[in-house]
């Protein structure tokens, strides 16, 4: 079978997403082709046009998280969850505080990227209320606003403590902020399983239909992308302009962090996720949950 008669893959991505990353690396070392499928990336501004573009058949593969993917499933949406990540945020304050717990931050002000439903958020306030008896949000002072900004302003000692995404928290902590707890702990603690991959590809089950094993070819593609970067140097110089770290040490914080939230190879269990959505369902309640009560049948694609 030549090039031209393989299934294609149109996947919907951020410009500067990190999910390019592994994307990039399937295309340079073909594994692609070698997988029985042509990979075809775009490039799009924001989140919101990466959806739209699969909602409207102008691509066939996007990333979101479980509770996103799950929501647009309880509305009819027949997409299909295949795991990339688990990846998450955590809490970082500046360097020389002598905070030593989440308790440690009262009367103080919280930078957090995401806003109030911020998943990340949302699980550290259950943290803080099962381990320390503390309500964070009434004992501290939040402020929100875009990832970049709550780069900037935590780097410059405005917060006591921060939350944000997870490439950039690597830069921050490259900067010499401190990692106070992350998600995964807090998570952890709560009784949750830290391996369940809260980010996904998500493809259209109609779409799969068309093209069966496509799911298991691409999630094998996936697979070959995560161990040549556990294990290659060249791959990650490769990705350097990428990646566009300021400096060796965000280059080599963000490499060992991607790598930290490679999951186990295998479908997503079951009873993992029921636990994670559950919790969120009780933190974040409908305005975060919408319909999906609970996971909606067959989210989950079955890749091994």
Not at 225 to 253: E, H, T, V
Request: charged content about 20%; glycine content about 10%.
């Amino acid at each position: 079978m030549g090039d031209e008669d393989l299934p294609v893959i149109r996947a919907a991505v951020l410009k500067i997403g990190t999910v390019n990353w592994e994307l990039q690396t399937i295309l340079r070392e073909g594994l692609d082709r070698e997988h029985g499928f042509r990979l075809e990336v775009q490039g799009y501004a924001d989140t919101a046009a990466t959806h739209l573009a699969v909602q409207g058949g102008a691509s066939d593969l996007a990333v979101a998280d479980m509770i996103w993917l799950a929501r647009q499933r309880a509305a009819g949406r027949d997409y299909l969850f295949i795991p990339y990540s688990r990846a998450v945020g955590g809490l970082v304050v500046p360097e020389g505080s002598p905070a030593r717990s989440l308790a440690d931050l009262a009367g103080g002000k919280i930078g957090i990227a995401g806003g109030p439903l911020d998943k990340s958020w949302l699980i550290l306030r259950a943290y803080a209320r099962a381990t320390h008896d503390m309500d964070i949000a009434a004992d501290t002072e939040q402020v929100y606003g875009a990832p970049p900004l709550i780069y900037r302003s935590a780097v410059g000692a405005d917060y006591a403590g921060a939350i944000n995404y997870w490439h950039y928290l690597a830069r921050m902590k490259a900067e010499g902020m401190r990692e106070l707890i992350s998600v995964g702990e807090a998570a952890q603690a709560l009784g949750l399983d830290p391996e369940t991959p809260l980010l996904g590809y998500y493809m259209r089950e109609a779409f799969l239909g068309d093209n069966p094993g496509l799911a298991q070819a691409f999630y094998e593609a996936s697979r070959a992308a995560k161990d040549l970067l556990g294990r290659s140097d060249a791959a990650w110089d490769a990705l350097r302009p990428l990646i566009d770290a300021q400096s060796q040490a965000q280059f080599a914080q963000l490499r060992a962090d991607w790598l930290a939230g490679v999951p186990p190879r295998g479908p997503v269990d079951p009873e993992g996720a029921r636990a994670m959505f559950a919790l969120m369902h009780d933190l974040g309640g409908r305005a975060l949950m919408g319909d999906a009560a609970q996971i909606p049948p067959g989210l989950f694609a079955p890749v091994e």
